[in-house]
């Protein structure tokens, strides 16, 4: 009886704590916003915390609360200001893919990974609408690079070729396209099935052979980049297996960037990759 008694004072506590809280941090954005700025900026996290739990909170103080996005770190506030649509991905790993290719092309993604982010905004999407917040799947970034002309298709015809036999063995697909920034070789296009099938995959050491069940995964390279269409030109060449070990080194590559789990397989090929440009075999 005497826990049930201390349990409900503690929770009147919590919440007349919260009420002073949350009726504070109102004057201050009544009287000081200058001043409510700089408090939200130090303690964001936990006025986060307490805005996943309190409606009134997070309806009062979502424009204040700053989020890390593909063009550098803003309050949603500023955010709807100047785009309007949100757009979020949900995990820190899938924000560091499609950050740099958003950034390149102007787009403006929010990193939904840290504490409490992602259900502050499916919170926030429920509560105000009108602020149209999406979640972004990762593998819609595809969708905004440029399709090849039937000459370059022509171009890369063999390389696409030579890097689909490499890769055969992964279970990965080859696709050429171009897009920003020009300095990416290349980005893997994994969707939600991919992902986690290597993570288990990592877990218990598959043995090497492709991938046969589930969504393919994609190395898309960059036709923008300039060594990607040197490595076209080789392939045209006939040099063929130096441009499959080149298109090995940027699929491991990929994946590092991509900050997606390797596996044993994976470790070995960047190990003979290495060993055949140090050799310089091919």
Same mark, same amino acid.
């Given at each position: 009886?005497?826990?049930?008694?201390?349990?409900?004072?503690?929770?009147?506590?919590?919440?007349?704590?919260?009420? &002073?809280?949350?009726?504070?941090?109102?004057?201050?954005?009544?009287?000081?916003?200058?001043?409510?700025?700089?408090?939200?900026?130090?303690?964001?996290?936990?006025?986060?915390?307490?805005?996943?739990? $309190?409606?009134? &909170?997070?309806?009062?103080?979502?424009?204040?609360?700053?989020?890390?996005?593909?063009?550098?770190?803003?309050?949603?506030?500023?955010?709807?200001?100047?785009?309007?649509?949100?757009?979020?991905?949900?995990? &820190?790993?899938?924000?560091?893919?499609?950050?740099?290719?958003?950034?390149?092309?102007?787009?403006?993604?929010?990193?939904?990974? %840290?504490?409490?982010?992602?259900?502050?905004?499916?919170?926030?999407?429920?509560?105000?609408?009108?602020?149209?917040?999406?979640?972004? $799947? %990762?593998?819609?970034?595809?969708?905004?690079?440029?399709?090849?002309?039937?000459?370059?298709?022509?171009?890369?015809?063999?390389?696409?070729?030579?890097?689909?036999?490499?890769?055969?063995?992964?279970?990965?697909?080859?696709?050429?396209?171009?897009? /920003?920034?020009?300095?990416?070789?290349?980005?893997?296009?994994? %969707?939600?099935?991919?992902?986690?099938?290597?993570?288990?995959?990592? /877990?218990?050491?598959?043995?090497?052979?492709?991938?046969?069940?589930?969504?393919?995964?994609?190395?898309?390279?960059?036709?923008?980049?300039?060594?990607?269409?040197?490595?076209?030109?080789?392939?045209?060449?006939?040099?063929?297996?130096?441009?499959?070990?080149?298109?090995?080194?940027?699929?491991?590559?990929?994946?590092?960037?991509?900050?997606?789990?390797?596996?044993?397989?994976?470790?070995?090929?960047?190990?003979?990759?290495?060993?055949?440009?140090?050799?310089?075999?091919?």
């Amino acid at each position: 009886m005497t826990g049930f008694v201390e349990d409900a004072r503690l929770d009147a506590v919590r919440e007349q704590l919260g009420r &002073c809280i949350r009726d504070h941090l109102t004057d201050l954005a009544r009287l000081w916003p200058s001043r409510l700025a700089g408090v939200v900026a130090m303690h964001h996290a936990g006025i986060s915390a307490l805005a996943v739990h $309190d409606e009134q &909170c997070l309806l009062l103080f979502a424009d204040w609360l700053p989020v890390d996005t593909s063009l550098g770190r803003m309050t949603l506030g500023e955010h709807a200001r100047r785009f309007g649509e949100l757009r979020f991905v949900r995990r &820190c790993d899938d924000f560091r893919r499609v950050a740099p290719i958003a950034a390149a092309q102007g787009r403006c993604v929010v990193n939904g990974g %840290p504490a409490n982010v992602s259900t502050l905004l499916d919170r926030l999407a429920l509560l105000r609408p009108e602020r149209k917040i999406v979640e972004l $799947d %990762p593998t819609e970034v595809v969708d905004s690079f440029t399709d090849l002309s039937v000459a370059e298709q022509a171009e890369v015809a063999d390389l696409v070729r030579l890097a689909e036999s490499a890769l055969w063995r992964h279970g990965v697909g080859v696709q050429v396209r171009a897009f /920003a920034p020009t300095q990416m070789h290349a980005t893997l296009v994994a %969707p939600e099935g991919c992902r986690s099938r290597r993570q288990l995959g990592r /877990a218990q050491s598959i043995v090497d052979g492709p991938v046969a069940l589930g969504p393919a995964s994609h190395l898309c390279l960059n036709f923008a980049n300039a060594a990607v269409r040197e490595l076209a030109r080789q392939a045209r060449q006939g040099r063929i297996m130096r441009v499959r070990r080149a298109v090995e080194l940027l699929y491991v590559q990929a994946l590092l960037l991509g900050h997606h789990p390797l596996r044993d397989r994976e470790f070995s090929l960047l190990d003979e990759v290495v060993l055949d440009f140090v050799e310089d075999r091919g």
